[in-house]
């Protein structure tokens, strides 16, 4: 587990690096999940069913899917908001999606959302957590670190503020934020984590647009 989560950690700094001009933005129109409107509902039900969606949180923005590279994982949701445009550049194994805001450029950086999907073995929920944040402390330099217990769809999450290190001389600390989420599909469990960062978090628009993001993350089973 812990050569999984720092991998995970790794990749997510380095597609989180995304500073202006160095991106492929690929411009496209959010997609709606099949069924539904551009907002989740807040009816509780179990993941475990086709309905799952409706135990996620509401939000007033179109939703996209993440692609998927295989019918095993689970389906991920992000809400694509005015200005969060799609970068392909950084996808990879690990890496499945990353918006990038070039409206909200400060000090050279564009705030971006990068969203993480990987296996883990079948460990309680807390323990990935904690690894996650060791790694992120040991491993990517974050300081200031806090957690919070959360639920995304009804699955297990838990949310993280935290300052990440400076990347040189152009590039000083900056604030993140991030939701990580333990899915179990059939016998495989898996950790998706959607995180954010700007450096300018004062930016009103970044301030609403970040909550959104990751208010609106959706985890769900394949057929959910």
């Known amino acids: 587990m812990m050569?999984?989560?720092?991998?995970?950690?790794a990749a997510t700094i380095a597609a989180m690096a995304l500073a202006s001009g160095c991106s492929t933005v690929v411009s496209g129109t959010p997609v709606s999940a099949p069924g539904r409107g551009s907002s989740a509902t807040t009816d509780s039900v179990s993941p475990s069913t086709?309905?799952?969606?409706?135990s996620c949180a509401r939000v007033d923005a179109p939703l996209q899917d993440v692609p998927s590279h295989n019918d095993s994982e689970p389906l991920l949701r992000v809400p694509q908001l005015p200005g969060w445009n799609r970068v392909t550049k950084m996808d990879s194994e690990v890496i499945r999606f990353t918006l990038v805001n070039s409206d909200l450029i400060a000090n050279n950086f564009a705030p971006n959302i990068v969203v993480t999907l990987e296996p883990t073995p079948p460990l309680d929920p807390q323990v990935v957590f904690d690894q996650q944040r060791d790694n992120l402390r040991d491993v990517v330099g974050a300081t200031d670190m806090s957690?919070?217990?959360?639920t995304v769809c009804g699955l297990p999450a838990e949310?993280?503020?935290f300052n990440l290190p400076a990347m040189g001389a152009a590039?000083?600390?900056r604030p993140a934020q991030?939701?990580?989420?333990?899915?179990h599909i059939g016998?495989?469990?898996?950790?998706?984590t959607a995180t954010i960062q700007t450096t300018d978090a004062n930016n009103p628009t970044y301030q609403q647009d970040?909550?959104?993001?990751?208010d609106g993350l959706q985890v769900l089973t394949p057929n959910g």
């Not at 050569?3 to 950690?9: D, F, H, I, K, N």
């Not at 991030?178 to 899915?183: F, G, N, S, T």
């Not at 970040?210 to 990751?214: D, E, G, K, R």
């Open 3 to 9: 050569l999984r989560t720092v991998r995970l950690s």
């Open 50 to 54: 086709p309905d799952a969606a409706a």
């Open 147 to 150: 957690e919070a217990p959360a």
């Open 159 to 161: 949310k993280l503020t």
């Open 171 to 173: 590039m000083g600390s």
């Open 178 to 183: 991030a939701l990580a989420v333990v899915a």
């Open 187 to 192: 016998r495989q469990q898996f950790l998706a």
């Open 210 to 214: 970040s909550q959104t993001l990751l």
